[in-house]
């Protein structure tokens, strides 16, 4: 597909330097270096289908008035063998290129034969990008903190697949460490006061209803078989009852937002097969730890980060950063892949130095870890804030949104900022059915495309490949939706680049705007 929004701004380019060449060998412009311009599409189609700069940039450098170089320019621009038809001097020296509309016609017909793949890139092609996301501790249902990661991380992996990455999807269960003794504390607790002792949770603890209903379906299994049982059979016992059951909670919410991993990797895997001990002795090997105060320490200040970390206690236990380091190490190291990126909440910021000091002290290049910072949601109904509280146990669920949300709005709106902005998620506007809504005029523009096709079948007209004969465009909605259909695979490359998926949802929106003019003036 070459009839792309990039390759006619790089053609502008190139016939604007060309021009150039011949005016400054011909003596007629100054021998000076050409500032760097810009090719943007102008607000007003009347402009022509690009706009340039370069007159008003170099007026400075080759010393004269920028309208006198756009005309010499203009005089000298070759378009013959190009996509282009005219170019037009405007305002103070702007040059503005009209496209041929074998242009527009091409651009349809890309569209017509590529169909579903139309906009793909090959952008990634031979390289293997792992992207973890959500990966939330397993101690509890699937929160609404985690839904924006969901949506996030899932709609990456789609559109790095669609720039000609190979992508895989990874969950990291968190089931080993500080998160899982809070929670067997707490179903401790719960156990005990289940019959009769009257202990009370500490406010650290879980205190969610989540935990109640695994203690009384635990106690109907097995009574109070375990009262009397030393306390870490006792939260052994619990946990390996309630864990099973939160993993699969997690999997079913996630499967109903429509996000399907190809890999769980338990986190308890690393410290089984001796990962973890492993790290600690490579870490030993490469002269990047010391030991103080009875603990083990990472000299990852030497690397980049802003102090020392601790990597054994002085009591023998790993600190977290341990099998994260060993997880990381995993993914580039042990399975290859050449990018690994994590989808990460706004209080990690201090994680991306630790682990990239930790990879460099592994002698892995700490480039190929990438991570997408993303902030917090704010839940909106009625104009006001909607207050969550995990430990309340009065956090809305994953579950719960989507029963009031339909799942494809809930992506969308998840999707609708750059992932390191703030965000108010509008419940009421999720599920209103007017063009104030952006999911809902989308798919009312995708309804009324699909209602034409269907008619257009009625007929025995099918959409196919169409002679340029047949296809002569003049109307300026129509040529400003094939103009916006031809940028998707830049907006593809750009939004690869950046691991931003929200250029998408905006590009879509802009895309039924286009369409709706379209519409009512091409009736």
């Known amino acids: 597909m ?15 330097m060309n021009a150039l060449g ?9 021998s000076e270096a050409i500032p760097a311009f810009t090719v943007e599409i102008p607000n007003d189609k009347n402009h022509g289908d690009f706009s340039c700069n370069v007159a008003l940039v170099s007026a400075k450098a080759f ?8 005309a010499m320019i203009v005089e000298n621009s070759v378009l013959e063998g190009s996509v282009f038809e005219k170019i037009e001097l405007a305002g103070p020296g702007f040059l503005n290129f009209f496209a041929g509309r074998t242009w527009f016609s091409e651009t349809v017909n890309a569209v017509l034969i590529e169909k579903e793949n139309y906009g793909k890139t090959n952008d990634g092609e031979g390289k293997r990008v792992f992207v973890e996301f959500v990966s939330a501790n397993p101690t509890g249902p699937m929160h609404i903190g985690n839904a924006r990661g969901g949506a996030l991380g899932d709609c990456l992996a789609s559109l790095l697949q669609y720039a000609g990455y190979y992508v895989e999807r990874e969950f990291y269960i968190n089931d080993a460490g500080n998160q899982i003794n809070k929670f067997a504390l707490s179903l401790d607790i719960r156990y005990r006061q289940h019959f009769g002792d009257p202990v009370e949770m500490p406010e650290d603890s879980y205190h969610g209803q989540d935990i109640i209903d695994h203690v009384e379906n635990f106690s109907e299994i097995y009574g109070d078989k375990y009262i009397n049982a030393d306390e870490q059979t006792r939260r052994q016992a619990l946990v390996d009852y309630a864990l099973p059951i939160n993993i699969k909670g997690l999997e079913t919410d996630l499967l109903k937002y429509r996000i399907k991993y190809d890999t769980w990797f338990r986190e308890s895997t690393l410290h089984n097969d001796g990962s973890v001990a492993e790290i600690i002795e490579l870490l030993k090997e490469k002269g990047y730890t010391y030991e103080q105060d009875g603990a083990l320490w990472f000299k990852s200040s030497e690397l980049g980060d802003d102090k020392d970390r601790v990597l054994i206690r002085a009591n023998g236990v790993p600190t977290y950063s341990v099998p994260d380091i060993a997880y990381h190490y995993n993914k580039l190291i042990k399975r290859g892949f050449d990018i690994a990126i994590d989808v990460l909440g706004a209080d990690h910021h201090g ?11 592994l002698g892995v290049d700490a480039s190929r870890l990438d991570v997408v910072i993303m902030q917090m949601v704010l839940l909106v109904r009625n104009g006001e804030t909607v207050k969550l509280s995990k430990r309340s146990g009065k956090a809305i669920t994953l579950s719960t949104l989507l029963d009031e949300i339909p799942m494809d709005a809930a992506r969308f709106f998840f999707n609708l900022r750059d992932p390191n902005t703030h965000f108010e998620f509008d419940l009421d506007l999720a599920i209103e059915e007017s063009s104030k809504n952006p999911v809902y005029y ?25 002679p340029e004969s047949r296809m002569v465009f ?30 998408i949802t905006r590009y879509l929106i802009e895309l039924a705007q286009n369409f709706h003019k379209f519409y009512y003036s091409c009736p």
Do not use: W
Request: net charge positive; hydrophobic share 40%.
């Open 63 to 70: 010393r004269q008035n920028p309208r006198n170089i756009a």
């Open 474 to 503: 003049t109307e300026t909605a129509e040529l400003e939706l094939i103009r916006h259909i031809a940028g998707l695979p830049d907006i593809i490359s750009e939004g690869a680049k950046n691991y931003n998926p929200s250029v």
């Open 442 to 466: 989308v798919q009312y523009a995708h309804a009324r495309i699909c209602r034409i096709i269907e008619k257009q079948a009625e007929e025995g007209n099918t959409c196919d490949f169409i």
């Open 351 to 361: 994680y991306v130095p630790r682990m990239r000091a930790a990879l460099t002290a």
């Open 22 to 30: 011949r005016l400054i060998s011909e003596g007629k412009l100054p």
């Open 2 to 16: 070459i009839n792309t929004i990039s390759s006619a701004k790089k053609e502008i380019k190139e016939i604007v």
